[in-house]
């Protein structure tokens, strides 16, 4: 039996997904009506981003599976490398 992952890593070709990884950064700040987060994973420098309507309880040190795709954001008149979460979950 596939879960909903399965499903989605088939459908769309360019999403990643990743099990317990250990967060060692989560931030979140109110934008309009959103509350962007960024999340920092050890052993990679490229922060991972989404965006809810409510707060979350502070991810800092706990384990993650997580799906998500690359993707580029300007920044200041350059390109960074962020990863898009599409998916997080405590695991």
């Known amino acids: 039996m596939k879960t909903d992952v399965d499903k989605m890593l088939v459908k769309h070709d360019q999403l990643i997904h990743s099990e317990g990884v250990k967060v060692c950064s989560h931030t979140q700040r ?41 993707d580029k954001q300007g920044i200041a008149g350059f390109e960074i490398d962020i990863f898009k979460v599409v998916r997080i979950k405590r695991s």
């Open 30 to 70: 109110v934008k309009d009506d959103w509350v962007l987060h960024t999340v920092m994973i050890d052993d990679c420098d490229t922060p991972f981003t989404f965006k809810r309507t409510k707060k979350y309880k502070s991810l800092s040190g706990a384990r993650v599976n997580m799906t998500y795709y690359a």
